[in-house]
C-alpha cells in the first residue's frame, strides 16, 4: 500500500462509526493483563491512545482507573467514543495523532490504528509525548486461519471475492495463530525505543451472517468496494451460512516499547 492509498483508506472508517463499536471484537483480557504487566502503569497514570475509534480498547484500561486521552482521526467516531467513554471521564481529541502536542504521558498505545500513522512520524511524535521511561505500545486483531483452513466458509466465499475482483494477490497465505508478522526491527531501527515484549494472542468469534456483514461493513478494503460488489458479497454470505454460524479466528500482536532518553 502506497502513501496516497494509506491516506485514501484511513478516511473510510467516518463511514463505519455507526457499526464498528457493535461489530468488532473484544481484545483478550490477558492483552491488558501482558500490558499492564510488562509497563509498570499504575491507576490515575495519564494514558493517550492513538485512534480510539469508539472506545473499543478504551474501556478495559479506564474501567481500571487510568487517566486516558484519546486522539481520534474521525470526527464521527470520535463522536461515538465520547459517548461510550463519558462514564469513564475520557477526554477525546478530534484530530490528527501527526498534529497533536502534549507530553508526560506513562504510555501511548494504539488498538488496529497504528500502521494508519504517518510512518515517517509516528514513533517521534509518541516518543515525544512520552515522560522518561514511558511505553509505547501498539497491537492490531487481524483475521488468522487454523492449520486445517478454519471453517469451510472462507474457502466457499474466496470463490466470491474472486469473482467481483477482490481476491487475494498470487502467493499470498493466510497467516495462522501466532505467526503474525512482528515489528521488532522496525522499532529497534527507529533507537528511541527498545522492545521490551513481543506476545502474541489468538481467538475465535462466532457470527451469524448478518453479524459477519456487519463486521465486514467495518473494513476499509468492503467500505470502499463498489455497491454491486458489496450486494454480491453479501447475498452468498447470507446463502452460504443461512441459519449456521461461521467461526472467524482472530490474532494479534502486541509490540511494547520502553522510551529511550
Known amino acids: 500500500m502506497n502513501e496516497e492509498q494509506r491516506l ?56 481500571r482507573g487510568y487517566r486516558i486521552t484519546c486522539v481520534e482521526l474521525s470526527e464521527e467516531l470520535a463522536g461515538g467514543a465520547r459517548r461510550n467513554l463519558a462514564p469513564y471521564g475520557v477526554e477525546v481529541v478530534h484530530g490528527r495523532f501527526e498534529d497533536w502536542t502534549g507530553g508526560g504521558f506513562a504510555l501511548v498505545y494504539a488498538a488496529t490504528s497504528w500502521h494508519w500513522v504517518d510512518p515517517d512520524v509516528r514513533y517521534r511524535r509518541a516518543w515525544e509525548a512520552l515522560r522518561e521511561s514511558g511505553h509505547l505500545a501498539f497491537w492490531s486483531g487481524s483475521h488468522v486461519l487454523a492449520e486445517r483452513g478454519g471453517d469451510p466458509f472462507f474457502d466457499q466465499i474466496q470463490e466470491v471475492y474472486d469473482e467481483i475482483g477482490e481476491g487475494i494477490p498470487d502467493g499470498w497465505t493466510w497467516p495462522r495463530p501466532g505467526g503474525l508478522p512482528e515489528w521488532r526491527s522496525q522499532i529497534e531501527e527507529t533507537g528511541l525505543f527498545e522492545v521490551v515484549l513481543i506476545r502474541q494472542y489468538a481467538w475465535e468469534v462466532e457470527y451469524t451472517a448478518e453479524e459477519y456483514i456487519a463486521l465486514l461493513k467495518t473494513f476499509s478494503g468492503h467500505i470502499t468496494m463498489q455497491e454491486w460488489q458489496r450486494e454480491r458479497l453479501f447475498g452468498e454470505t447470507r446463502r452460504l451460512l443461512g441459519a449456521r454460524k461461521v467461526r472467524r479466528g482472530w490474532g494479534a500482536v502486541l509490540h511494547i516499547g520502553r522510551r529511550i532518553s
Open 8 to 63: 485514501a483508506l484511513r478516511e473510510t472508517f467516518r463511514q463505519a462509526a455507526d457499526g464498528y463499536d457493535r461489530a468488532r471484537p473484544e481484545y483478550p483480557a490477558i492483552l491488558y493483563e501482558d500490558l499492564i504487566a510488562a509497563t509498570g502503569i499504575h491507576p490515575g497514570d495519564r494514558l493517550l491512545e492513538v485512534g480510539c475509534a469508539t472506545g473499543k480498547a478504551t474501556r478495559p484500561l479506564a474501567a
